[in-house]
Antibody
């Protein structure tokens, strides 16, 4: 069955970076893109961007350009998102999700909580 | 960005029919999708492209609409349907989500 396994919670200091992972199993990794979504109580769900798991090509929401960097390791069927220059506003649960070609999310990972605090 | 407006909360009794609305600030064709999220869990896809039932989702769930006005209907509602329901559009860039409708059972 399709599974997306995410890395554990992160506690980071303002100004630092974190890199979270999303390991896929149960399907052909390079046949589907992976997307990342941010969830906060205040802002709700926000689409960050997606990565073409075959070519490594990316598409970002303008709001997250310069904040998020998406990469992929095909050999381990893992997608990564690095968040840089962290501020308290980056504190959130971050989900990876498989995205289909009508651009909806059919399977979601369990989420990774990122807390930014000094 | 396309703003999706949902009513914040609804309360219904088990066995009733409930309709959850989502209005887009601009047309999204039929590219509206619905998700269910229970506390502490990730969202789960219910409906894609306005009216298509996702795999494994009970037929009690249905979707309708096009353009700017969309509806998710649950009929009949069961106790397990207590959750927050989100709409998401993928016609306009960037893809956006509604703020969610919290469904409570009386």
């Amino acid at each position: 069955q399709v599974q997306l396994q995410q890395s554990g919670a992160e506690l980071a200091k303002p100004g630092s970076s974190v890199k979270i992972s999303c390991k896929a199993s149960g399907y052909t990794f390079t046949s589907y893109y992976i997307s990342w979504i941010k969830q906060t109580t205040g802002q709700g769900l926000e689409y960050i961007g997606y990565i073409n798991t075959g070519s490594g090509g990316t598409n970002y929401n303008e709001k997250f350009k310069g904040k998020a960097t998406l990469t992929v390791d095909k050999s381990s069927s893992t997608a990564f998102m690095q968040l840089s220059s962290l501020t308290p506003d980056d504190s959130a649960v971050y989900y990876c999700a498989r995205i289909l070609f009508d651009w909806y999310f059919d399977f979601w990972g369990p989420g990774t909580m990122v807390t930014v605090s000094s | 960005d396309t703003v999706l407006t949902q009513s914040p909360a609804l309360a219904v009794s088990p066995g009733e029919r409930v309709s959850i609305s989502c209005r887009a600030s601009e047309g999204v064709n039929s590219y509206m999708h619905w998700y269910q999220q229970k506390p502490g869990q990730q969202p789960k896809l219910l409906i894609y492209k306005a009216s298509n039932l996702a795999s494994g989702v009970p037929a009690r769930f249905s979707g309708s609409g096009s353009g700017t006005d969309f509806t998710l209907t649950i009929d009949p509602v069961e106790a397990d349907d207590t959750a927050t329901y989100f709409c998401q559009q993928s016609w306009n860039d960037p893809y956006t989500f509604g703020a969610g409708t919290k469904l409570e059972l009386k």
